[in-house]
């Protein structure tokens, strides 16, 4: 499965358009998470917990848009837009949304 945040994809055209597809993954942040990542801010360098969990979210949702693609009849997902969000009581969730146009390329 093709997917890009491009419109159009060089030498190939698009023959139908199938609609917008998207895939969403929400993550809990936990309290140990959330502890080593304040030591890191004290000492300083990468929160490495919140980097795994936030890959993590961002791949569980570009798999759930390839699904969705793949359930349509598409080849690929055009014009791919990634949007990060905090959620929850005190901030305890991360959320990535991805959405973008299934089609067929031919």
């Given amino acids: 499965m093709l997917i890009t ?9 698009v023959v139908e358009y199938l609609g917008v597809v998207a895939g969403e993954a929400i993550v809990g ?3 140990f ?7 890191r801010d004290i000492v300083g360098g990468r929160a490495g917990g919140y980097q795994n969990a936030l890959r993590d979210a ?3 949702a570009f ?10 009849g598409a080849n690929a997902v055009i014009g791919v837009d990634i949007d990060y ?3 929850g009581k005190e ?3 991360l959320m990535v ?10």
Avoid: K, Y
């Fill in 63 to 72: 798999a759930d848009l390839a699904e969705a693609a793949r359930a349509s």
């Fill in 97 to 106: 949304s991805i959405n973008g146009t299934a089609v067929r390329l031919g």
């Fill in 29 to 31: 942040v936990n309290i």
């Fill in 91 to 93: 901030n305890g969730m």
């Fill in 33 to 39: 998470r959330d502890l080593f990542s304040g030591i």
């Fill in 5 to 13: 945040t491009t419109d159009a994809v060089e030498g190939r055209r």
């Fill in 58 to 60: 961002r791949e569980a």
């Fill in 85 to 87: 969000e905090i959620l």
